[in-house]
C-alpha cells in the first residue's frame, strides 16, 4: 500500500473484522458470572408513582438485584454539564414519570428469562396526571407542569438578530411567510444500545457501552454514582451506527454500573429494537415560521425566523438544538438582517436528542422550500435566486460565525450542470408527466466550538509512539461508530510520517488508555478536531527524526526533511537519508532509552460560537409521482458538495449515500407515528426507512476547496447532505404534481389528498398556528 | 424443558441443551458463541441476524433453534476458508466502501452469497431485490449493490475453466462455492 494515503480510496481499518463477523459490539460481548439486566419502564404519560414494590420480583430465585429511583444518589445528569440547571434527568424516576418509556426499576438475573418475568412481578401504582403532547397544549396557560422548576414548560429560549430587520423589510418588494411542520424520526442505527458493567474491587467501574462519547459518559456516569472521574473507565467497542442517538449517558449505563458495584458481578443490559423506537431518542419535531422580504430582483433583505422544537420530557441535547437552527436558519445566503427566536418546549413524549444534521434538516427544510416558493413567485429560476444570495468565503453571522472557505456558489453551478437543470425545470409544475425535478442546499459545521460539556481538557487530543521496529503506535478517544474516522486518521498519520498504513496500530475510544480529552463524534467534529491533534502528534515525532538524520548527514540548516515512503531524508538530496524504523532507533538513543511519542492536542480558539469552518452543497432530487396512489419514487439524486479537501474518496461517498438514504426517509415514509404518548409504529415493520429497493441512483462531485482550519484541507461531510435532500425532493414533488408541501414526510396518503383538494389529511399548517416564543423567563 | 439437540454449523457439529421456544440466533450467539450473526430487530423485518440454511438463507431470529436440527447452518463465520482467503463478497464488500458500521454486513453478506449461488449474474434490479430483506442504516446501498457487482465478477473470473482453484489473489473458496454453505468437510 502507498505511504501517501491522503485522497485515496483506502479501504476501512476494520473492513476485515467487520466482514468476517469477528468485529465486537457489546452485545456479542459475555463474561462468566455475567448477569442479565432488564428495565420497567412507564406505561403511562406522565404520572405521580404512589407506591412501588419489588418484593416479588426479588424473591424469584435468579434475580440478583432488583433497583428502583431511590436507590440510586438523586444525582441528576444530563450533556450540558455547563449549565446544571439544564440537567433534568435520572436514571430511574424517583416521583413521577414524564413519558411512555421513562425508566422506573431495573432488574439484573442470571439469565434473560428471569430478569423478564421479574420486571412482570413488580408492582407499580401510578395516579395520572394529565399530560400534553404537542406544543400548543405544553404552552398553553395553566398547562400540566412536567417539571416544577419550568413552570411554563418551555425549557430553553435562544435568540440571534443582526441588522436592521424593520428597514429590510421596509425596502422589500416581496415579502412572504409561511409555516413549516417537521416530524419525530428515529435514528434507527441497526445496532440496539447495550452496555457491559464491570466492578473491581474497590468498586470502579469498567463499561463497555454502545456510544459515541466515551468521556462524556465516564464523566456523567462518575457523578451519578458519586465517583471520580477516573474511577470510570469507559471503552467504546465496535459500534453498529449512532447519528446522534448515542451520545449521551443512558439509564442502562447507570443501572449495569450500580448493578455491578452492587452484587460484584459484570451486568449486562441489551435493549430491544421495540425499547429503541418507542423509548428511544429522536429528532426534534418542530413548527417553523419564517418571514422573508427579497427586492424585485431576487435580492435578500431580510429574515424572521421562529421556531417551536417539540423537546419531549427531557433536555438531553435540546440546548444546542434550540441555537443551532437559528444558526442554521442564517447560513448560506447573505441575510442583511436576520432575527431568530427559538423555544424548546417539554412534552410527554420520549425526548428527542442530537441527530445527524442536528436542527439543519429542519431549518433548511424551511429554509429552501421558502426559498424555491419565493422563486415561484418572483419569476426567478431558483438556482438563479439562490446563486444571487448565495454567501462567499469571509462571510459572517455577526457575533455568531465566520464562513472560512465556501464553495457554495461552484456546488450550485456544478449541480445545475450534473443534472441538465436548466432544460428539465424549464417546464411548469405539473407539466412532466408526473416526473419532475427540485432543489436544496445545505451548509453544516466542522466540529461544535461550543463548550456545552464545560470540559477542562482539550476538545481532541492523539498521542504517536513510533518503535524502532517501525511500527507506529496511534492512540486517540476519538471514536468511530461506523462513519470510519479510525481509518482517516490512521490516514492522516501514516501521510505525515511517510509509513504505510500496516504499519499502524491504533487505540481507540478508551478513556483509560487514550490521552485526554475527546468529546465524541457529533458535529461532524473527528476529521477536523481529533485529526488536527493526530497532525500535531505526527508533527513533533517528526521533528525528532528530522533532527536525527539533519545530524547524521550533517545537512545545512536550511535543508528540508521529508518522511517519505518509509524514509526520513533530505528532499534536496533524497540519499542522504535513512529508513524510518532506523531514524526511531537513532532517537531513542539519543535520549538514553526514552521512546519516541508525539503528543498532540486541538481546542478551537477564537472561533466564534458555531464551528472551525463550514461544508456546503447543493443537491437536485428527480421524482416520480404517481398521480393514482400518491406515490413518490426518488429516481436520481445528483449532489455537489464542498467539503474542502477529499480525504477519502469512497469514505465521503458513503457518507453522502448514507445522508441521502435519512433525508429520503426524512422527506417521503418515516414518522414516528403519536397516539396519546405512545409510538404506534415501534417496529421496523411499520416504520419505514429506505430500503435497497427504494433508493436512487446517486451522483455526487466534490467542489474542493482547501480550508487551512482542517487537516490537509479538509472539511465536513457526514451530516451536511442530509439537510438538503427532503427540501430538493419537496421541491421535485412540486414540480411533479403541483402541489407544495411545508409539512414532512410526504406520504402517498397525504400527497393524494393534497391533491384531492384536501388540506386537512395533508397535515398542512393552517398559516395562523402560533410560533410565538415567549420572552425568557427570570430564572432564580 | 430443557431438550438436547446436535446442530450442524459452518461444518462442525454441536450438542446444546435449549429449551424449545429458543431462537436459532440466541443459540448461535449465546450458546455456541458464534457472534458475527447480528439481531437488529429480532423480528424478522431487518436481515441483520440472516444465516444460510442448507445454502439458502434464513432469518434465524425468527426460527427456532430446534427446527435447524438436520440441517447445515452458515453463518458470517463460515464464510472465508482462512484469514487470507475471505469469500469473494466479503472481499467486496472491504474494498467497494459497502460496510459503515457493520453491523448489517454480514447478514448482507449472506444475503448476497446467496443470491449469487442461485443467479451468478445478477442484474442491478436482481440484486436490489435479492438484499430487500436487509436493512442497512449506513450506506445508503450504492457501494453494497457496487461489492455484489464485483464479487459477481470475481466468481465469474474465478468458473473459468482456466483459472486457478481457490485463487489466493481473488480469495475465493477452492470451488467456489458461492454460497459457502455446507461445502466443508
Ligand atoms: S434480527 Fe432477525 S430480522 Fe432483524
Ligand atoms: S453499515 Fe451500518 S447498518 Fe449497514
Not at chain 1, 416521583?95 to 411512555?100: H, M, S
Not at chain 1, 406544543?135 to 440571534?160: C, F, Q, W, Y
Not at chain 1, 469507559?234 to 448515542?246: H, L, N, S, Y
Not at chain 1, 414516528?672 to 416504520?687: E, H, I, P, W
Request: charged share 25%; proline share 6%.
Amino acid at each position: 500500500m502507498t505511504s501517501r494515503p491522503i485522497g485515496k480510496d483506502v479501504p476501512r481499518v476494520d473492513g476485515w473484522a467487520k466482514a468476517t463477523g469477528s468485529a465486537l459490539y457489546t452485545d456479542d460481548l459475555s463474561l462468566p458470572g455475567m448477569l442479565h439486566g432488564a428495565l420497567l419502564r412507564s406505561p403511562v404519560p406522565h404520572a405521580r408513582i404512589a407506591h412501588l414494590d419489588t418484593r416479588r420480583a426479588a424473591a424469584l430465585p435468579g434475580v440478583k438485584a432488583v433497583v428502583v429511583g431511590s436507590d440510586l444518589p438523586a444525582v441528576r445528569y444530563g450533556n450540558w454539564r455547563l449549565v446544571p440547571t439544564t440537567q433534568d434527568e435520572l436514571a430511574l424516576a424517583r416521583d413521577k414519570v414524564r413519558f411512555v418509556g421513562d425508566e422506573v426499576a431495573a432488574v439484573a438475573a442470571v439469565d434473560r428469562d428471569t430478569a423478564e418475568e421479574a420486571l412482570a412481578l413488580i408492582r407499580v401504582e401510578y395516579e395520572p396526571l394529565p399530560a400534553v403532547f404537542d406544543l400548543d397544549a405544553a404552552m398553553a396557560a395553566g398547562a400540566p407542569v412536567l417539571h416544577e422548576a419550568t413552570p411554563d414548560n418551555v425549557s430553553v429560549t435562544r435568540k440571534i438578530a443582526f441588522g436592521d430587520l424593520e428597514a429590510g423589510f421596509g425596502a422589500s418588494d416581496y415579502v412572504r411567510e409561511d409555516t413549516f411542520t417537521v416530524q419525530a424520526v428515529s435514528h434507527a442505527y441497526l445496532e440496539p444500545c447495550a452496555t457491559l458493567a464491570q466492578a473491581d474491587d474497590l468498586g470502579r467501574i469498567t463499561l463497555t457501552t454502545s456510544t459515541q462519547t466515551p468521556y462524556i459518559v465516564q464523566c456523567l456516569l462518575a457523578s451519578t454514582l458519586g465517583l471520580r472521574e477516573n474511577e470510570v473507565r469507559v471503552v467504546k467497542p465496535a459500534v453498529g451506527g449512532g447519528f446522534g442517538g448515542k451520545m449521551e449517558l443512558r439509564p442502562w449505563d447507570v443501572c449495569a454500573a450500580f448493578i455491578a458495584r452492587r452484587t460484584g458481578k459484570p451486568v449486562k443490559f441489551t435493549l430491544s429494537r421495540e425499547e429503541e423506537l418507542a423509548t428511544g431518542r429522536r429528532r426534534h419535531p418542530m413548527r417553523l415560521r419564517s418571514r422573508v422580504g427579497f427586492k424585485r430582483d431576487g435580492t435578500l433583505m431580510a429574515k424572521d425566523f421562529q421556531v417551536l422544537l417539540e423537546g419531549g420530557a427531557y433536555n438531553s441535547m435540546g440546548p444546542t438544538a434550540t441555537f443551532l437552527v437559528g444558526n442554521f436558519g442564517a447560513m448560506l445566503y447573505r441575510y442583511p438582517a436576520y432575527r431568530y427566536a427559538g423555544a424548546h418546549v417539554y412534552t410527554n413524549h420520549a425526548p428527542a436528542g442530537a441527530m445527524r444534521g442536528f436542527g439543519a434538516p429542519q431549518a433548511l427544510f424551511a429554509t429552501e422550500t421558502q426559498m424555491n416558493m419565493a422563486a415561484e413567485a418572483l419569476g426567478i429560476d431558483p438556482i438563479e435566486l439562490r446563486l444571487k444570495n448565495a454567501m462567499r468565503p469571509g462571510d459572517e453571522i455577526p457575533d455568531v460565525a465566520t464562513v472560512g472557505t465556501c464553495g457554495f456558489s461552484e456546488c450550485l453551478e456544478r449541480v445545475a450542470e450534473m443534472s441538465g437543470w436548466r432544460e428539465k425545470r424549464s417546464q411548469g409544475p405539473g407539466k412532466g408527466g408526473g416526473k419532475g425535478l427540485g432543489i436544496g442546499c445545505y451548509s453544516f459545521i466542522t466540529g461544535g466550538v461550543f463548550n456545552w460539556f464545560n470540559t477542562p481538557y482539550p476538545f481532541s487530543a492523539a498521542e504517536v509512539r513510533a518503535y524502532a521496529d517501525g511500527t507506529v503506535h496511534l492512540l486517540t478517544m476519538a471514536s468511530d461508530i461506523g462513519q470510519g474516522s479510525d481509518t482517516v486518521l490512521q490516514q492522516i498519520l501514516a501521510e505525515e510520517l511517510g509509513i504505510r498504513m500496516q504499519d499502524i496500530h491504533m487505540t481507540a475510544g478508551d478513556t483509560a488508555m487514550t490521552p485526554k480529552g475527546d468529546l465524541g463524534t457529533w458535529g461532524s467534529r473527528v476529521t477536523l478536531m481529533a485529526g488536527n491533534a493526530v497532525l500535531e502528534a505526527a508533527r513533533q515525532v517528526k521533528e525528532e527524526l528530522a533532527r536525527m538524520v539533519s545530524l547524521r548527514f550533517d545537512l545545512n540548516v536550511v535543508q528540508e526533511v521529508e518522511l517519505k515512503d518509509g524514509m526520513v531524508r533530505s528532499k534536496f538530496r533524497p540519499d542522504r537519508g535513512i529508513p524510518f524504523a532506523e531514524a526511531v532507533a537513532m532517537a531513542q538513543k539519543a535520549n538514553r532509552g526514552k521512546p519516541v511519542i508525539g503528543r498532540g492536542t486541538y481546542t478551537p480558539r477564537d472561533m466564534g460560537l458555531v464551528t472551525p469552518t463550514f461544508s456546503f452543497g447543493a443537491q437536485v432530487a428527480e421524482v416520480d409521482v404517481d398521480r393514482e396512489t400518491g406515490v413518490t419514487r426518488v429516481t436520481k439524486v445528483y449532489t455537489a458538495h464542498d467539503c474542502g479537501t477529499v480525504l477519502n474518496p469512497m469514505a465521503v461517498d458513503g457518507q453522502v449515500h448514507g445522508c441521502i438514504q435519512m433525508g429520503m426517509g426524512y422527506a417521503l415514509s418515516e414518522e414516528l407515528v403519536m397516539r396519546d404518548g405512545k409510538t404506534v409504529n415501534a417496529s421496523f415493520l411499520d416504520y419505514k426507512m429506505p430500503g435497497a429497493l427504494d433508493m436512487p441512483e446517486c451522483e455526487a462531485v466534490c467542489v474542493e476547496t482547501h480550508d487551512p482550519r482542517g487537516p490537509f484541507g479538509a472539511k465536513e461531510t457526514g451530516e451536511g447532505p442530509i439537510s438538503a435532500t427532503a427540501p430538493a425532493i419537496a421541491d421535485a414533488v412540486w414540480h411533479a404534481s403541483g402541489h407544495r408541501a411545508t409539512a414532512l414526510p410526504i406520504t402517498a396518503e397525504k400527497l393524494l389528498a393534497a391533491l384531492d383538494g384536501d388540506d386537512s389529511v395533508a397535515g398542512e399548517r393552517r398559516a395562523e398556528a402560533s410560533c410565538a416564543v415567549p420572552d425568557p423567563r427570570p430564572r432564580g | 424443558m430443557k431438550q438436547t439437540i446436535r446442530l450442524r454449523v459452518n461444518g462442525d457439529a454441536y450438542e446444546v441443551a435449549v429449551p424449545p421456544w429458543r431462537t436459532l440466533n440466541e443459540v448461535l450467539r449465546e450458546d455456541l458463541r458464534l457472534t458475527g450473526t447480528k439481531r437488529g430487530c429480532g423480528d424478522g423485518d431487518c436481515g441483520a441476524c440472516t444465516v444460510l440454511l442448507d445454502g439458502r438463507s434464513v432469518t434465524s431470529c425468527l426460527m427456532l433453534a430446534v427446527e435447524a436440527v438436520g440441517h447445515e447452518v452458515t453463518t458470517v463465520e463460515g464464510l472465508a476458508t482462512a484469514r487470507d482467503a475471505l469469500h469473494p463478497v466479503q472481499a467486496e464488500f472491504i474494498a467497494a466502501g459497502a460496510i459503515q458500521c457493520g453491523y448489517c454486513t454480514p447478514g448482507m453478506e449472506l444475503s448476497a452469497a446467496y443470491l449469487l449461488s442461485r443467479n451468478p449474474a445478477p442484474t442491478d434490479d436482481e440484486i436490489r431485490r435479492g438484499l430487500s430483506g436487509n436493512l442497512c442504516r449506513c450506506t445508503g446501498y450504492q457501494k453494497i449493490f457496487e461489492a455484489v457487482r464485483r464479487a459477481a465478477d470475481r466468481l465469474k473470473e474465478a468458473a473459468r475453466p482456466d483459472a486457478a482453484a481457490g485463487d489466493p489473489a481473488t480469495g475465493g473458496p477452492a470451488g467456489g462455492d458461492p454460497s459457502g454453505g455446507g461445502a466443508r468437510p
